[in-house]
């Protein structure tokens, strides 16, 4: 079961950086990856870090505030990691340009999916790898 729950997290992440590059035809395929119930926590030590969003509606809202923070934001897959039973770990490579400065933001982030029945049904991502790696119960070694 876990390859298959990679490969729907694969397919997520796919049709969202479809979405953000103006494909928004792809938003019902990411969509179909999650759970309607989804709960997507902003990324520790991120600058949305207190914010839940819960439900298709609050995580397109938060997607859009985040998005609206940069000027430029590049997030590169570096990684997907199978973490035995139901989670994904999924490695980022992030390159952002705050829309207040021309200075450059360049992080190596994690984010831990938890899957049931196919379907994402929470994310929670962190700036810290080893963090993310050691939620998911994996060593960062």
């Known amino acids: 079961m876990s390859q298959e ?10 049709a969202f950086d479809r979405v953000a590059k ?3 035809g792809a938003l019902e395929e990411a969509l179909a990856q999650l759970d309607p119930a989804i709960v997507w926590y902003g990324t520790v030590g991120g600058v949305d870090d ?11 809202r938060a997607f859009a505030d985040n998005f609206g923070t940069w000027e430029s934001l590049t997030l590169e897959t570096e990684d997907y990691i199978d973490a ?3 989670h ?3 490695l980022w490579h992030e390159i952002a ?3 207040h400065s021309q200075e450059e933001m360049e992080t190596r982030t994690g984010v831990v999916y938890r899957l049931r029945d196919g379907k994402v049904v929470e994310a929670r991502g962190y700036m810290n790898r ?3 790696l050691e939620a998911a119960g994996l060593s960062s070694g």
């Open 5 to 14: 729950n990679v490969g729907v997290v694969r397919r997520m992440n796919e």
């Open 22 to 24: 103006g494909d928004f």
């Open 50 to 60: 207190q914010r839940v969003a819960r439900g298709y509606e609050e995580l397109m």
């Open 84 to 86: 035995g039973g139901d």
């Open 88 to 90: 994904v770990v999924v």
């Open 97 to 99: 340009r705050s829309r």
């Open 130 to 132: 080893d963090d993310a």
